[in-house]
């Protein structure tokens, strides 16, 4: 019976300890929700840290809930996003979307078009490191494209 409970043990434990980690909290404020003037769907931002004259780059949280995505933009400075939670989608003009999980970083190349979002079924969380110049706000990313990433379609 000790074979037995070791592994109901190590369960048990496992169980706890993943209870623990997903009640963990943000250490983050999860910001103010914007307005949907860029963007389809709820968005929260909160500034972690703006530019000033020592340091040329913001520092913000985004979370998405499911199905918000970003307008087409660009960022005259660059940003790179680090995922800390959920998955996403990022994908540059004229090449195939990609998904992006917790823990990737993504590198938005000065000057290219792009847009990021939550899937369609899971939100997504990322800090976003951008150079200090106003990001330059495209047209909206087209619904059903957005709805048929993930379909095969090699467009997508």
Known sequence: MQVLKRPIL???????AGSAIANKPNIFAEGAKAENVHHVGDVWLGHASRADETYDYNIAVAKFAPG???DWHLHPA??????VEGTGYYQE???PVQIVRKGDVVKCTPGVEHWHAATPDSGVTYIAITGNEPTQWLEPVDAEMYLNVGSGNPDH
């Open 10 to 16: 190590a369960l048990a434990l496992l169980a706890v």
């Open 78 to 83: 660059g940003q790179q996003l680090i995922v």
């Open 93 to 95: 003009r004229n090449a």
């Open 68 to 70: 918000a995505r970003l």
